[in-house]
């Protein structure tokens, strides 16, 4: 008996943890999609400020816009209102980096942030170079080395779950982080070439991504954990009964 209720118990936490190392991005339903390794649930839209018709080019304006959104739920019959923009935290985790360009990944300015092969690799510094990088699974125009890519096979080749995930030139995505030291200043990602860096709050022709904290539903509980926790329940009500 023994033996067996270890082996149910290795087994479980085995199938648990394969539940954590699969990271992905799971379609919750009602245009929202769930990141499990950055907690966060995205707007499938990326563009659905543009596709309600507001401009959201400057950053108050995207930040006024991700703040005030309210979002309705369909699958859950909830509206949402809890929104916010990306972020972005120092790459090596303490201070930032930002004095010069890089593009191997180590810098707050430039490529390859969190890409794999490099010192960060898979970091969720900044969300956005995580989604593009590594949830969407995209190569920067640089390569690590600093060499521009000539093969054509960068940029935005996966979108994943999403829609209307812009990557003109002009289109890049503000962050609600600001230049650390300026505060006229604001981080923003190119999702065509895989770029990070700041402009000024004003600038025009940036776009808008809303994000919120946490998952709209529960993590669904895969079948063979239930059967294995089912059949420990069982077993323990049996051996309980048999002291008895």
């Not at 563009?47 to 930040?63: E, I, L």
């Not at 707050?108 to 969720?124: K, M, Q, R, V």
């Not at 919120?212 to 089912?230: H, K, M, N």
Request: hydrophobic fraction near 40%.
């Amino acid at each position: 008996m023994k033996k067996l209720l270890v082996t149910l118990c290795a087994m479980f936490l085995f199938f648990g943890a394969l539940g954590v190392a699969n990271a992905a991005l799971l379609d919750r339903g009602g245009g929202l999609i769930y990141d499990d390794v950055l907690n966060i649930t995205w707007l499938q839209d990326a563009s659905y400020a543009q596709t309600q018709g507001v401009a959201t080019d400057s950053y108050y304006a995207a930040m006024t816009w991700a703040n005030n959104l309210t979002y309705y739920d369909s699958v859950r019959d909830v509206t949402w209102d809890d929104w916010r923009l990306p972020k972005n935290t120092p790459i090596n985790g303490s201070t930032w980096s930002i004095s010069n360009v890089k593009r191997d990944g180590t810098a707050d300015f430039g490529s390859n942030i969190s890409e794999s092969g490099t010192l960060y690799a898979g970091s969720t510094a900044s969300e956005m170079a995580y989604m593009f990088y590594n949830s969407l699974n995209n190569d920067g125009k640089f390569q690590i080395n600093g060499d521009v890519r000539t093969d054509g096979t960068y940029g935005l080749i996966n979108i994943g779950p999403f829609i209307n995930l812009r990557t003109d030139d002009d289109d890049i995505y503000w962050s609600s982080t600001k230049h650390p030291s300026d505060d006229n200043s604001a981080f923003w990602f190119n999702f065509d070439n895989g770029v990070q860096y700041t402009s000024g709050t004003s600038y025009s022709y940036n776009r808008a991504w809303a994000v919120r904290d946490g998952d709209v539903a529960a993590a669904p509980i895969p079948g063979a954990v239930w059967l294995l926790g089912s059949g420990l329940i069982g077993i323990v009500g049996i051996r309980r009964r048999y002291r008895n």
